[in-house]
């Protein structure tokens, strides 16, 4: 059978009869979608088919259905001049990129339709896009040929594609353009992200296959096509487009676009440049499909050239093209006039960058904002609904924080209050414990200047009971019972001075003094008459002190020693003083008693803790105070076998402490 009788054929089974089996009953799927007249034309068409051939072929149909059709025309030219056109036809061709595989079909066609109705009857004119779009809206275009992108775009105002075009190379007709992404060989882009924001070359902004299916590739890689190149110079059509590999061989642009097999037919004619171009991401080739002349492309394949009839052509002339088309021979390469079915390829396209028909979407209306950020929109709201509930909760959350923080602050400041209290009964008792240990060693210190001035008066009474009596001496007698008061009222001063909390000025002491004055006093009270105390200090230790307080401080170690080893078989405290360091020397205090437990031993560290039953802790935290404010530390070490050792560190070049008392007793006696 004829090639272009099987074409006819095709046309017939699956532009008409496209049926499916269902329970038995052949439902068509394809004609009844079709406008009123794209069915009149199909159905007119095959009828005449069916009338004009004479020879029997059998076509397979799917579902295993056979239908039966004649396989040839039976005259062609006894109908061709029997028709009475209205008028001449206008034929109308968009410009488009030469060289191309399908340019001559373009020829072709021309001669078919001028050998049916004869020359003078055929007008063609070759028209740029927007030329003919305007031309059709004009009335002026009865039949045009173009690109299924520039047909999509006309088909919204009454446009009707009457055929499409297939190929040896592409014989499904919805399935026959691609375009290609063309570098030069060396270039350092391998891929699509290597393109971004590189410079290229392209026929025009509005061509199909030049500039509308690449870019449509971008989009569908993620990508704004607009801002996807950093610059787009557009040569123009035809043979023009050779000016883009010119740029690229001069460096002024990276990438140049092309419809599928430019490159091809470009290096057939300048065989001299073969290996210097490589297309970028050239999709899987089978050696027949190389065989049979498929091209190299960067992106999908979608519908070939379309041969249209305008809104405005009489039914008359459509019909005799239609009649024309198919009866040509297919060219020399195997291109032919067919039927194509399937352009969501092209409305999806289109769709996608926003042209055309959906040109629209660019306009900023709710419906464009819903399709687009739909979700976020969706995802903003919710996030926002979810933020109010968290800010609801962390809002309720802050306000019981912040109760309770406030409910805190008043219960420290009840507890702080009372803290105070509590604070100034300690002092209060502290001055009384020590004005109460005083009192012990101000009696013993006090009898003696007291003793002194009795016998000095008794002196003196019997040297004026002379008839002569001797005035030097008396003189000398009276001086020494003055000595002696003062240094009584220089006891009860620093007893006065601590009730009353004024610091005493500190003198350079010898401390090895100051301990056998407080033991002598101790052993005077006649208490723990058992109980040894030895006594043990190297001599010269001379730092700033007061006297009466290291006395005292000597004093409470030693009856805490007496009173801890006082049931003891034989109780012995053993008092040292010793050089550490050139400024640093070791008092000790240390007993024989009952080896304390770990509760006890941690009580000592603790102000005003007591192991004692009946103590406050006060004696201790009076010498820790007194000890602290010469610039030393108290400490506690178990003994070995048993018994407790007090240990005071004493730095005698003083604490900061001891300074800054020494300092502020200065500024109070300027003051």
Known sequence: MKLQNLALARFCVSGVLKFRQNSNVLQPTVFFEMTRFQRFLTALSCAFFCVTVRAETVVPAQDGIVLNLVSRLDDFGAYATSVQLPRPINFGIVAYTRPSPNEAVVNATIHSLRRSFGEENVRVREYTMTELAQAIRDEEVDIFLSSAGFYWRLMQSGAVAVASLASKAYPD???????????????????????????AAA????????YLIPMGEVVRRGY??????????????????????????????????????????YLQKHPQERGSYRVIEPRDRTPAQVKNGVCQRSTELYPSWVLASAPAAPPEIT???VYAAFSMAPTGDGHYWTVGTDYRAVDELYRSLRLGPYEWMRNWTFSRIWDEYGNLIIAFFVFLLAWIAHSVRVTRLVAIRTKELRDALEREKELKAQ?????????????????????????????QPMSAALLFSKSARKILSREEPNTRLLTEVLGNIESQIERANSIIDNVRSYAKGIRKSRQKVDLKVIIDQSIAAFRSTGRYPKVDIFVETDPGVIFEANPLEWELVTHNLVKNACEACQNTERP??????????????????SDNGETLSEADFERLTQPLMSVKEEGLGLGLQIVRGIAESHGARLHFVRNRTRGLTAVIDINLRGSKKQKADKQQTENDRTA
Do not use: Y
Request: glycine fraction near 10%; charge should be positive; proline fraction near 2%.
């Open 224 to 265: 704004p096509f607009e801002k996807f190149f950093s610059s787009v110079a557009f040569v123009g059509p035809d043979d023009r487009l050779k000016a883009g590999f010119d740029l690229m061989r001069e460096g002024k642009v990276d990438v140049a676009i092309l419809r599928q097999c430019w490159l091809e037919h």
């Open 319 to 321: 019909k005799a093209v």
């Open 203 to 210: 026929s025009s902004a509005g061509g199909f296959t030049g």
């Open 572 to 589: 012995t405290v053993r008092v040292g003083l010793e050089h550490l360091a050139i400024d640093k020397v070791r008092l000790t205090v």
């Open 173 to 199: 007709p919805n399935h026959g353009e691609g375009s290609a992404f063309v570098v030069r060989s060396d270039s350092t882009i391998q891929s699509f992200v290597d393109m971004k924001g590189k410079k």
């Open 419 to 447: 803290a105070n209290e509590t604070h100034e009964r300690i002092e209060r008792l502290q001055k009384s414990g020590i004005v109460g240990q005083l009192s012990s060693m101000i009696a013993h210190e006090l009898r």
